[in-house]
T-cell receptor, first 116, second 117 residues
Framework: KAGVTQTPRYLIKTRGQQVTLSCSPI?????VSWYQQTPGQGLQFLFE???????NKGNFPGRFSGRQFSNSRSEMNVSTLELGDSALYLC???????????????FGAGSRLTVL | AQSVTQPDIHITVSEGASLELRCNYS??????LFWYVQSPGQGLQLLLK??????LVQGIKGFEAEFKRSQSSFNLRKPSVHWSDAAEYFC???????????????FGRGTQLTVWP
């Protein structure tokens, strides 16, 4: 069973640019969550999608957005990049339903974003 | 407010020694508790989880954790550490997966484990 796949693994952008990160969940998982990991703030929840709908959202500015496609793959976008957006962005998938452990998350290896 | 505290930022143990990593949580409802491990440049791997029932849970790689409601703790243990266990360990708390808890885990700041040969 393939795991959670994130692309690209590494990328470098400059301030003001935008970036799109992609996440393919485990087959059969319908929920995708996104997290930001930085040395200063640790692991912080961005948002969660299920069946193409955002069900939950963390406390991040509107520059951070996401979407989910009908095949459960998800993308997140960060516009007008700032230096502080440099981080490891982690995607996680789960069944998304309480009966089967909605919050048992399987994480991908992450996308390392550096903003110069 | 939901929060997780891992009091030890860095722990060093010798290979073969026992290990205990501490975790204290604050959560308004019945918590779901997790331990994850992260190796350099990698994502998070789930070691074990606690939802209900037996308060001593077994996980992968020989790890176990004990839930103590009275102390709001969920400490991770391993009787004999291997050099390959060197990594960063994260404790997390979540709700059952309804409403505002969906997909949202609250993580501690992590404990970096160094293993001496």
């Amino acid at each position: 069973k393939a795991g959670v796949t994130q692309t690209p693994r590494y990328l470098i952008k400059t301030r003001g640019q935008q970036v799109t990160l992609s996440c393919s969940p485990i087959s059969g998982h319908r929920s995708v969550s996104w997290y930001q990991q930085t040395p200063g703030q640790g692991l912080q929840f961005l948002f969660e999608y299920f069946s193409e709908t955002q069900r939950n959202k963390g406390n991040f500015p509107g520059r951070f957005s996401g979407r989910q496609f009908s095949n459960s793959r998800s993308e997140m976008n960060v516009s007008t990049l700032e230096l502080g957006d440099s981080a490891l962005y982690l995607c996680a998938s789960s069944s998304g339903t309480v009966s089967s452990g909605a919050n048992v998350l399987t994480f991908g290896a992450g996308s390392r974003l550096t903003v110069l | 407010a939901q929060s997780v505290t891992q009091p030890d930022i860095h722990i060093t143990v010798s290979e073969g020694a026992s290990l205990e990593l501490r975790c204290n949580y604050s959560y308004g409802a019945t918590p779901y508790l997790f331990w994850y491990v992260q190796s350099p440049g990698q994502g998070l791997q789930l070691l074990l989880k606690y939802f209900s029932g037996d308060t001593l849970v077994q996980g992968i790689k020989g790890f176990e954790a004990e839930f103590k409601r009275s102390q709001s703790s969920f400490n991770l243990r391993k009787p004999s550490v291997h050099w390959s266990d060197a990594a960063e360990y994260f404790c997390a708390v979540a709700g059952a997966g309804r409403g505002s808890t969906l997909g949202r885990l609250y993580f501690g700041r992590g404990t970096q484990l160094t293993v001496w040969p």
